[in-house]
């Protein structure tokens, strides 16, 4: 099984765009957003292209293969018009045996972990940086933002398959890679 996932859209459109053409060159069975979709936050600026409306119009059209967790700048309005569900705070995935917990990472992170098992892998957005981090608790992994990234980092988004995990830029270059 192949899942993309990508965190932190904030109603970019132009970003939104983005993801959608990495969607269809990377033809995973999944794809997995780690929350922030549509509202770009109080402390955030306006992302490129702030169009919510035409985020989860895009959003909604391959919304059979989206799995959605709940970012903090994610409402129960935003759910009204998402037709996939994305309230979940998170959620669990056993692919090839490797369990992952993902989240978006404003409730759940390394610093505040989840009951999880040390040889399950911590996946989350929320910070804008991506990481593959391995520590005593198990390993942690971060995409990065695909609208918003920090820390002079590049846009990011990741791809899962056959026990690998690939931090890649929008344009597909590797970033960072983990094999199981």
Do not use: W
Not at 7 to 22: A, Q, V
Not at 80 to 95: G, R, S, T
Not at 137 to 152: A, L, Q, R, V
Not at 154 to 161: G, K, T
Request: hydrophobic residues 35%; negative net charge; charged residues 30%.
């Amino acid at each position: 099984m192949k899942i993309l996932f990508a965190s932190d859209l904030h109603g970019s459109f132009y970003y939104c765009k983005k993801l959608k053409e990495i969607f269809e060159r990377e033809n995973p069975d999944k794809l997995v957003l780690l929350g922030d979709i549509l509202y770009h936050g109080p402390r955030n600026p306006l992302p490129e292209e702030y169009a919510p409306k035409e985020v989860f119009e895009m959003l909604n059209s391959i919304k059979d293969r989206i799995l959605c967790v709940r970012g903090n700048c994610d409402s129960e309005v935003d759910q009204m018009v998402l037709e996939f569900p994305m309230m979940a705070d998170y959620m669990m995935l056993n692919i090839d045996g490797i369990n992952m917990f993902l989240t978006h990472g404003h409730l759940y992170n390394k610093e505040n972990m989840p009951n999880i098992e040390k040889d399950d892998i911590l996946i989350h957005g929320h910070t804008h940086v991506n990481i593959i981090d391995k520590f005593d608790k198990g390993i942690y992994i971060n995409p990065g933002s695909i609208s918003m990234p920090k820390e002079n980092q590049e846009n990011s988004y990741m791809v899962y398959e056959n026990r690998k995990f690939i931090i890649k830029n929008i344009d597909g270059k590797e970033l960072k890679v983990l094999e199981l």
